[in-house]
């Protein structure tokens, strides 16, 4: 039986979609848009329009499981992609709010050309206005891969994203699907405990990213951080002193152990903040990570604060097998290739590829600031005086390395040869980032003419 226009109505404003997007927009903002977009009178199973985000204007959707478990049909697909291309005409961020078992079969074709132009219409924003997607719920499929595409993703602890359903897929993979899994495998970048916590982490990060590519990104609501800044700081620890006070949100805490990666912000002005400083060897996945970050802040002229302290890449043919050539070339390419501000802190030791990859002025870093007791060198000191002198005993060997470390690969030498910028103490670490951030504030880079970066893969 054909629902009549008031109970259209009724059930799109009562459904769990519409309650979600309520709590994303500031109170009375949310207008809906193509409410009537359906077939034979039934609402599509998408609830889409824009609003205000603490002032800011948003577009949304949210798939609404009240219509065919909300099923991806060719109507969603129209909702959805007038949400994108209004996105893309005013230059505001997309935020979309999964809930879905995948497409509606009985559809057929025009099922794949739905997904179709859902898929195009979220390429084409990539870079342009940031795309946050939260999973609240099931996101399946094609679904899934659109997910993905978003810049970042935010997963309640109960949701699932799959291609092939885990119960089906032929191994019976337990635990495939998982929050726990997405984050693991770097598809998450922030798992949340509900839907209510995935709305206000996203609410956080739309006041931290721009409207649009062409915009600076900064921090309305950002308190002075008194927190001063000492050597036994690392990584979020060491970004949160730093950083205006409450201001930092960490993503992919999942992925890439080494390393950590947060959005904050530094005197009103937003930042992306990599840390590699725990003296750990970096995983392929810990270079995926950072390259991935990295991307992102270049994409809206984000600053990128590099805080270096590692002996490396990983070392061993099952690091190899696992990408950590590939992924390690596709970090040194994303910072090369970067035209954002980039500046570099080295807080212990950088050595070979990895300090070129992460500090290297040479290699596109604007600054490169380094702490009195930093170790910059091509090779571990230990590496380096058993090349130099030959093998000797283990203590002869130590004593030797002690030696290279504070007379050949000190911040002193570095910087009388032009590859570091600034010697810093300690104390001084947020004042030279605060002055660097500054005057890289209008940095314009002008590059040869071509379409993009061939990145490594």
């Known amino acids: 039986m054909k629902k009549t226009i008031a109970e259209m109505l009724q059930s799109a404003s009562t459904s769990a979609a519409a309650e979600k997007l309520v709590k994303l927009f500031d109170e009375d903002s949310f207008v809906e848009l193509d409410k009537f977009v359906g077939k034979d009178r039934n609402t599509a199973g998408v609830i889409s329009g824009y609003g205000f985000v603490d002032g800011a204007v948003v577009y949304a959707y949210a798939q609404d499981t009240s219509v065919k478990s909300g099923a991806t049909d060719e109507s969603a697909a129209l909702k959805i992609k007038k949400v994108y291309d209004l996105a893309l005409r005013n230059g505001a961020p997309v935020v979309s709010i999964l809930d879905s078992k995948g497409g509606d079969i009985a559809e057929g074709m025009k099922l794949l050309a739905a997904y179709g132009d859902i898929a195009k219409s ?21 679904n899934a891969m659109i997910a993905c595409m978003a ?20 191994d019976k993979t337990e635990g495939a699907g998982t929050a726990e899994n997405a984050a693991k495998s770097g598809v998450a970048a922030i798992i949340a405990k509900d839907g209510d916590e ?11 990213l721009p409207a649009n590519n ?13 927190a001063v800044v ?15 006070k409450d201001s930092i949100t960490e993503l992919y805490n999942g992925f890439g152990s080494a390393t950590v990666t947060a959005i904050g912000s530094v005197n009103w002005r937003t930042v992306g903040f990599v840390a590699t400083n725990n003296a750990e060897y970096l995983s392929s ?12 802040c270049d994409a809206f002229s984000i600053p990128v604060v590099t805080f270096v302290d590692t002996k490396g890449y990983e070392k061993s043919s099952a690091a ?5 050539i590939r992924n390690s070339a596709k970090l040194m390419q994303t910072y090369a290739s970067a035209t954002t501000a980039k500046i570099a802190v080295i807080t212990g030791n950088a050595y070979g590829s990895a300090y070129v990859s992460l500090a290297s002025t040479a290699a596109g870093s604007d600054f490169c600031f380094a702490w009195e007791d930093a170790v910059i060198a091509p090779v571990s000191p230990e590496a380096a005086v ?4 030959g093998a000797a005993s283990a203590e002869d060997t130590a004593k030797a390395a002690k030696e290279y470390a504070e007379n050949e690969a000190d911040p002193f030498t570095a910087a009388s040869l032009g590859y570091v910028d600034r010697v810093i103490e300690v104390a001084d670490t947020k004042s030279a980032i605060t002055s660097a951030i500054d005057v890289t504030a209008s940095k314009r880079v002008l590059a040869p003419a071509k379409k993009h970066v061939n990145f490594v893969f």
Do not use: H, W
């Open 320 to 324: 190899e097998l696992a990408g950590s």
């Open 285 to 296: 996945d810990d270079s995926a990570k950072i390259a991935r970050f990295v991307t992102l």
């Open 230 to 244: 000492t050597e036994d700081l690392k990584g979020l620890e060491l970004i949160s002193a730093v950083a205006d």
């Open 122 to 142: 979220s390429a084409a924003l990539s870079g342009a206005v940031p795309q946050i997607a939260i999973v609240d719920g099931v996101c399946a499929g094609t």
């Open 151 to 170: 810049d970042v993703v935010i997963m309640t602890e109960k949701s699932e994203l799959f291609m092939t359903a885990p119960f089906v897929a032929d």
């Open 198 to 208: 995935a709305i206000a982490k996203a609410k956080k990060l739309i006041a931290m």
């Open 214 to 226: 062409l915009e600076t990104a900064g921090n309305d609501y950002y308190t002075e951080n008194d």
């Open 386 to 389: 058993t090349f130099l002198n």
